[in-house]
């Protein structure tokens, strides 16, 4: 049966230390066929066995690894690149300070990238690039500063690019696109610079954010696709006037403006109300509650959301829940599923 084996996808979705359990029967490396793995919400006590395993697993041709819950520089560091072909990751930053040498990558996703990385780094050792596929490319995740200095590297191989969202400026992106000659398009839809109605099922609402319309009719049915909606606190009071009917899951994350007496005065949830259709709302996560929303506030939502049955919370912040009784029944008759998340620094 081992010989059998060319594709696997190891998950602990659901239960605990199944992956463990599975490597213990069955270790990777006995698997001599192996071509292509991919591992998902990994547990710390799996990368013992994994760092062993994959080593030895030289004949893999396309590894995908997505899980936040582990630190992907101790499996990337020992992945075997030799014959790989096909990648893919959230973030790129262990993989390019595991690269010393070119690779003969060609289909790389990844979750999100600067366009400094691209043309400086990537494209140097990653040659055979053919089909990247990148969620953002945002000066956010940049890692250098522009420097004419430094030598930019072409893609001459490539000739099918998808970006999910491309947050720098359309000159940035025609530079961008001359560093890729070969690039082909083979129909209309190949290409897509700005769509109505938005195509993604998740959309992130920053402040600054703009949005041009040729007529008042394409406003209306803009965000349709959306179910997964990101957006600060004063985002919501900026931007109530878009509107996104079919949100499912909502995440509420701190921005630079600190909720004091002004921002109090302004009727929160109506705009809230105005921006996203609360009763479809299922899940909602608050990564830094107290910078977010006020208690008063969220025993609205809660009953403004007849839906609603799921959140994601610090346990710090939970815990000042407990300071408003009727927030604390509302939050014991809705919410069936509660996930208690320690949050990184990034989202505080």
């Known amino acids: 049966m081992k010989q059998q084996i060319y594709s696997l996808h190891l998950s602990n979705k659901d239960t605990s230390r199944q992956i463990d359990t599975f490597l213990s029967f069955l270790p990777l490396n006995e698997l001599s066929h192996l071509q292509t793995l991919i591992l998902t919400q990994i547990e710390k006590e799996n990368i013992i066995k994994l760092k062993s395993m994959l080593a030895l697993s030289t004949n893999l041709l396309s590894f995908k690894l997505i899980s936040s819950e582990i630190d992907e520089d101790e499996i990337i560091f020992i992945l075997p690149l030799s014959n790989l072909q096909k990648l893919s990751i959230l973030s790129l930053r262990s993989f390019q300070i595991h690269i010393q040498q070119t690779t003969g990558i060609t289909h790389l996703t990844i979750f999100n990238y600067s366009l400094e990385q691209l043309i400086y780094q990537l494209f140097q050792y990653v040659p055979m690039l053919t089909y990247p596929n990148i969620e953002y490319i945002s000066k956010y995740n940049r890692s250098m500063k522009n420097n004419d200095n430094i030598h930019k590297h ?4 490539l000739e099918k690019l998808i970006i999910g969202e491309f947050k720098y400026d359309f000159k940035d992106f025609a530079n961008f696109i001359k560093q890729i000659p ?52 004063q985002s919501i009071i900026d931007k109530c006037q878009y509107h996104f009917p079919n949100v499912t899951s909502l995440t509420l994350i701190s921005s630079d403006e600190v909720i004091n007496d002004s921002l109090e005065q302004i009727d929160f949830i109506q705009c809230l109300k105005m921006t996203v259709n609360l009763s479809k709302l299922i899940h909602l996560d608050i990564p830094k509650y107290q910078k977010i929303i006020l208690s008063g506030n969220l025993l609205e939502l809660l009953k403004e959301s007849s839906q609603l049955s799921s959140m994601k919370i610090d346990p710090f912040d939970l815990t000042l829940l407990y300071n408003n009784e009727e927030l604390c029944e509302y939050l ?3 919410i069936k599923k509660l996930n208690i998340y320690k949050y990184s620094t990034t989202y505080m």
């Open 154 to 157: 072409n893609a001459i191989n």
């Open 332 to 334: 014991k008759k809705m």
């Open 182 to 233: 070969n690039l082909k398009i083979s129909d209309k839809s190949s290409i897509c610079i700005y769509t109505t109605p938005y195509l993604s099922n998740t959309f992130q609402m920053e402040p600054n954010t703009i949005t041009h319309f040729r007529t008042i009719s394409y406003k209306s049915n803009l965000f349709d696709k959306v179910t997964n909606l990101i957006l600060t606190h």
